[in-house]
């Protein structure tokens, strides 16, 4: 090593230990990229930080990002572990792979990354939860369209012929009793059909039996109704929260629709399980697999309905291995 290269090597070493003195101390860390970047001589310097919830790396705006690959002529990394967790990487130019200071700076910076991290998670679970709230509006407003077509295609035309056969039923009264007894009849019967066609739509709304009686009747219902077989436990309260009922019903009711008409499932088990204020929902079937979170946007909105309670739904699903979907939905 020459003595110019030495003195440099020596100098960065001073400067890195000033510099985690100054943070550790005095934690004031909006220029601590910056900071580092200066001190390792590589201006292009990252920091990002392990979102262990969903299992990839965020920036400090909290979008993800992802880490060069291994092999990379230009970009390299440096994990950050931090207690014997990972809390962050120190993403760097290739020629940094292995360089001391870097590594120092990795161990010695750990705290004061973790919490950087910390904050970093905050924004990213906000974007991700204004993000889901908006396509939950985008969606409503798309049902609200539907069950306006369907009311005034089915039910509401249905109840106008009706009407309009009890206005000539009533004319007939006294001239053709025989007659105006028939249209009665058929008034009736058609009465019936538009009873249940509104159930049908409110249904799909939100079941009433929910509302009313809460998750385990409600859930007890929607197995009942499966065409696939279905085993059901339950480990909960007598209610939970709304919000938080209304979305594991429908976690169920999609998983359950999917089960039956797209999975050729011949038997599936749901199980909830409320723990720690944070309700735990799986639903296994044994169907053909392959399911995808990126395609279908049942699942999609499920994943929507999920994240803007703070919560999480995942998909695993393997071509003949059937196909689980988790959710985790805080409750507290």
């Given at each position: 090593?020459?003595?110019?290269?030495?003195?440099?090597?020596?100098?960065?070493?001073?400067?890195?230990?000033?510099?985690?003195?100054?943070?550790?101390?005095?934690?004031?860390?909006?220029?601590?990229?910056?900071?580092?970047?200066?001190?390792?001589?590589?201006?292009?310097?990252?920091?990002?930080?392990?979102?262990?919830?969903?299992?990839?790396?965020?920036?400090?705006?909290?979008?993800?990002?992802?880490?060069?690959?291994?092999?990379?002529?230009?970009?390299?990394?440096?994990?950050?572990?931090?207690?014997?967790?990972?809390?962050?990487?120190?993403?760097?130019?290739?020629?940094?792979?292995?360089?001391?200071?870097?590594?120092?700076?990795?161990?010695?910076?750990?705290?004061?990354?973790?919490?950087?991290?910390?904050?970093?998670?905050?924004?990213?679970?906000?974007?991700?939860?204004?993000?889901?709230?908006?396509r939950i509006l985008?969606?409503?407003?798309?049902?609200?369209?539907?069950?306006?077509?369907?009311?005034?295609?089915?039910?509401?035309?249905?109840?106008?012929?009706?009407?309009?056969?009890?206005?000539?039923?009533?004319?007939?009264?006294?001239?053709?009793?025989?007659?105006?007894?028939?249209?009665?009849?058929?008034?009736?019967?058609?009465?019936?059909?538009?009873?249940?066609?509104?159930?049908?739509?409110?249904?799909?709304?939100?079941?009433?039996?929910?509302?009313?009686?809460?998750?385990?009747?409600?859930?007890?219902?929607?197995?009942?109704?499966?065409?696939?077989?279905?085993?059901?436990e339950l480990e909960?309260?007598?209610?939970?929260?709304?919000?938080?009922?209304?979305?594991?019903?429908?976690?169920?009711?999609?998983?359950?629709?999917?089960?039956?008409?797209?999975?050729?499932?011949?038997?599936?088990?749901?199980?909830?399980?409320?723990?720690?204020?944070?309700?735990?929902?799986?639903?296994?079937?044994?169907?053909?697999?392959?399911?995808?979170?990126?395609?279908?946007?049942?699942?999609?909105?499920?994943?929507?309905?999920?994240?803007?309670?703070?919560?999480?739904?995942?998909?695993?699903?393997?071509?003949?291995?059937?196909?689980?979907?988790?959710a985790e939905i805080?409750?507290?």
């Amino acid at each position: 090593m020459t003595a110019r290269r030495a003195r440099s090597t020596a100098d960065r070493a001073e400067a890195l230990d000033d510099l985690i003195a100054r943070v550790t101390f005095a934690p004031a860390r909006s220029d601590l990229r910056q900071a580092l970047a200066r001190v390792l001589g590589d201006r292009s310097l990252r920091v990002v930080y392990w979102y262990e919830r969903r299992e990839h790396y965020v920036d400090r705006r909290g979008r993800t990002v992802e880490l060069p690959e291994p092999g990379d002529p230009k970009r390299a990394w440096t994990p950050v572990v931090y207690e014997g967790r990972t809390v962050a990487a120190i993403v760097h130019e290739a020629r940094l792979a292995g360089d001391k200071q870097v590594a120092r700076a990795a161990a010695a910076l750990g705290a004061v990354f973790e919490r950087e991290g910390i904050e970093a998670q905050l924004r990213a679970s906000l974007a991700s939860a204004r993000s889901a709230r908006g396509r939950i509006l985008e969606a409503e407003q798309k049902s609200r369209r539907r069950l306006e077509r369907d009311l005034h295609d089915g039910a509401q035309q249905r109840l106008v012929a009706l009407a309009l056969e009890l206005k000539l039923a009533r004319s007939k009264i006294e001239t053709d009793p025989a007659g105006a007894a028939e249209m009665l009849d058929r008034a009736d019967e058609g009465l019936r059909h538009a009873i249940e066609e509104v159930r049908e739509i409110a249904r799909g709304i939100h079941p009433a039996v929910l509302t009313d009686r809460g998750l385990r009747p409600a859930l007890t219902a929607l197995v009942g109704r499966s065409p696939v077989p279905v085993e059901l436990e339950l480990e909960i309260g007598d209610r939970l929260p709304e919000r938080v009922e209304a979305a594991i019903y429908y976690v169920v009711a999609e998983a359950l629709t999917n089960a039956a008409k797209h999975a050729k499932a011949s038997s599936v088990s749901v199980n909830v399980v409320e723990k720690n204020d944070v309700a735990l929902v799986q639903v296994k079937d044994d169907g053909v697999g392959g399911a995808d979170m990126r395609y279908g946007t049942g699942l999609i909105g499920l994943a929507d309905r999920v994240a803007a309670l703070d919560g999480q739904l995942e998909v695993d699903s393997y071509p003949g291995e059937g196909t689980v979907i988790y959710a985790e939905i805080p409750c507290a």
